[in-house]
Structure formats: structure tokens, C-alpha cells
């Protein structure tokens, strides 16, 4: 009788809130020929939940790892950044061959600790990187190719930078399309009106200030205007934090859906409340988005659903620019007050030609799904 080969060892590593879903929702996908564990370098992981265990030690930045505000690398540096890299090259250090395949979801960041302690071979998705701004620098570059057996970019002119400096890299699409989450939520029993609005209002630090201003801005809808408005909460936010900070009450009438988390309401205004891992639910039947998300932001667009962000003083012009190459006129940035928020957003009610028009861009400029057939091919073989 011959026995069965023991299955492979197989370990995702993911740095950021945004890229924990799109590694899960691989990692959903290999359980059955892997032994998948999953190391979330930044925050509690909660996307792996259920799928696989979760390994490693996980670092706490005040700025959740984004780099979108101005001086949020020197403001976590001095607020012990540095502390949390010493416990990541220690672990990495430690699982030196103890799994067979280790593929790396996010930036550039966690290929060079790879290299500084010694890992080779990694798989690699490049989600951070869109082609339409800052390329590869020559270190990144240098890192990539002694690191890395396979590497999945967004677009083309990034894998040709990675192939001339001698990696396997292609670039099959947008993986973020293939990986919107959707979970057990209802959102099209709780419509009521006309048009739909989902809002994300980010998954760090200033979450429950970004609800209150888009609360604000449908406060100064008028009534006929309102859309139905349903929030996809992010893992680690309290929703006491957000009806302490957008004045609406909690409604505790939940179903039996198990990512409904009720409501919040003032008695004008009603919130849906759903998981964030629900919120392909709510954005497969929103007409608009308002968004202060990364990864979201992305996928909402590409869904064809137009984006209302709000700009900051405190954010990096850089990154913004770049973010605007790629998303074009679909994400229409606005200053961050509620009413420059509800004209723009009682401009797009009022227009369905505009939503079209907007939605057919976002589409256009993100790509659709179907990267992550290739993706898992790879894997699998």
C-alpha cells in the first residue's frame, strides 16, 4: 500500500488591511491541495477568519501601515515604528524552510526583509503598484530579482521593468477584482428607495471622523434625494465609535444574516450596517460609492460605481496624484467639508448619465476579474 504524500506547507504573507482580503480570499482557494497558514504582518488578521490559521507576530502602526497623509512614516517611526521590524526579521529569520511555497501579497516591503534574511523563491503579488505612476526604483528592482520565483504585477509596463531585470514576472490583471469579499447579507431586501450609496469610510485612525462628514453631507440632501445607504464596517472599528461620532443611534434589530450588524439611525437618516467582509454585498447594489478606502476604493471603481473622496490638508500630494493618474474622472475628489461632499454627491442622484458615463471610465481605467486564474495555476502547479 503506498501512502498518501503528506500536502505541502504553504504560507501567505500580507501587510496591510486591504491586502489581508485579497490573500484570504487566495488562500480560500489553496486549503484543499495546502496546509495554508496565513501571517498578517499589520493589524488582527480578521480576514483569515475561518479560512486558516494565523501565525507570526503582527505589528501595530498608528497609521495602519498607509502612506496617504503627509508625515505618517515619521509619525509612526516616532511612535516605536522601528520596534515592530526586529520581531519580523526574528519570525522570518526563524521560518527559514519550514514551508514548501511562501507567497508575499502587498508591496515591495516584506521582499526586502525576505532579502535581508535570507528567503528565496517567494511568490509574489504586487498589489501596491499600479503602472500609472512611480515605477520599480533600481532597489526595488535589485530586491525583487534575488527574492522572488514568480511575480504578478497590475500592469504591463511593470512585469517588462521586472523581466529586464531578470525575474519571471507577468502581469494578468487586477487581482483586487477577483477578491471583492462578499458574505451573508442581504442588502438588496433592505432597499427602499431609487438609488443606493455605500460608504467606506477607511479602516484607520480617522474612520469615525470620515462617517461623521459623510453623514453630514446627507443630512444636507434634500429628503427627496436620499438614497438608501448602507456601511461596510472594517474589522477592528467599533460601531460605538461611529454613532458616538456621526450622532445616530444604534438599531439592534439584526437578522439572522450573520454579517448584519444592524443599523444606525436618527430617525431622517437610516445607516445599513454590514461586515467589511460583506461588502461586495452592498456594492453589487449601490449606485455611487463614498470612499475614503484603498483597496475598496479600487474595486468599487471597477465595478463601475462612481467615487466621491474627500481630499485632506494632511494628505500626501504625491500619492494622491498618482492615485488620480490611475482612477481619472471616476473617483471625483472633493475638500473634505459635508457640503462640498452632498453637492457633488446631489449632482451624481440626479444624473444617471453621469453615473453611467463615470462608471464606464472606472471600469475602463481598472480592468475586470479572471488575474487569479493565473494566479492559482501558478500556485497549484
Not at 76 to 94: E, H, N, Q, V
Not at 247 to 265: I, K, P, Q, V, W
Not at 356 to 381: F, H, K, N, Y
Amino acid at each position: 500500500m503506498v501512502e498518501a504524500a503528506p500536502r505541502q506547507r504553504f504560507l501567505i504573507i500580507s501587510n496591510g488591511h486591504g491586502e489581508d482580503w485579497i490573500a484570504s480570499a487566495i488562500a480560500a482557494r489553496l486549503t484543499d491541495m495546502f496546509l495554508v497558514e496565513a501571517w498578517p504582518v499589520l493589524g488582527s488578521g480578521n480576514a483569515y477568519a475561518g479560512i486558516c490559521p494565523i501565525v507570526g507576530p503582527r505589528a501595530r502602526l498608528e497609521s495602519g501601515g498607509a502612506r496617504t497623509a503627509k508625515g505618517s512614516l515619521r509619525r509612526d517611526l516616532s511612535k516605536g515604528g522601528l520596534a515592530t521590524i526586529p520581531p519580523a526579521l526574528r519570525y522570518m529569520r526563524s521560518i527559514r524552510n519550514r514551508y514548501d511555497r511562501i507567497l508575499v501579497v502587498g508591496d515591495a516591503i516584506v521582499p526586502l526583509l525576505a532579502w535581508i534574511t535570507g528567503h528565496r523563491n517567494l511568490y509574489y503579488v504586487d498589489c501596491y503598484k499600479t503602472g500609472a505612476a512611480r515605477l520599480y526604483s533600481g532597489l526595488e528592482k535589485h530586491v525583487i530579482a534575488r527574492t522572488c520565483r514568480r511575480v504578478f504585477c497590475r500592469a504591463d509596463n511593470l512585469a517588462g521593468l521586472l523581466r529586464d531585470a531578470g525575474v519571471d514576472a507577468t502581469a494578468p490583471g487586477n487581482l483586487m477584482m477577483d477578491t471583492i469579499p462578499f458574505g451573508d447579507y442581504d442588502a438588496q431586501s433592505r432597499r427602499t428607495q431609487p438609488l443606493a450609496i455605500t460608504l467606506l469610510p477607511g479602516s484607520r485612525g480617522e474612520t469615525a471622523e470620515n462617517f461623521a462628514r459623510q453623514v453630514d453631507a446627507l443630512r444636507r440632501l434634500p429628503a427627496e434625494l436620499r438614497p438608501d445607504v448602507f456601511l461596510a464596517v472594517a474589522g477592528e472599528i467599533p460601531v460605538s465609535d461611529l454613532a458616538e461620532a456621526s450622532g445616530l443611534s444604534r438599531t439592534n434589530l439584526l437578522s439572522a444574516e450573520g454579517d448584519d450588524l444592524g443599523g444606525l439611525s436618527d430617525g431622517a437618516i437610516t445607516v445599513h450596517l454590514l461586515r467589511g467582509r460583506a461588502m461586495g454585498n452592498a456594492l453589487a447594489v449601490s449606485d455611487i460609492v463614498l470612499s475614503q478606502a484603498g483597496t475598496a476604493t479600487t474595486q468599487s471603481l471597477g465595478l463601475g460605481k462612481p467615487v466621491i473622496h474627500m481630499t485632506s490638508p494632511k494628505d500626501r500630494q504625491s500619492r494622491f496624484e498618482d492615485e488620480q493618474r490611475l482612477f481619472g474622472e471616476a473617483r471625483i475628489a472633493v475638500p473634505g467639508d459635508a457640503d462640498a461632499v452632498a453637492q457633488a454627491l446631489g449632482r451624481l442622484l440626479g444624473s444617471a448619465d453621469e453615473r453611467a458615463r463615470l462608471g464606464a471610465i472606472g471600469r475602463e481605467r481598472i480592468g475586470g476579474p479572471g488575474a487569479i486564474d493565473e494566479v492559482l495555476a501558478t500556485l497549484r502547479a
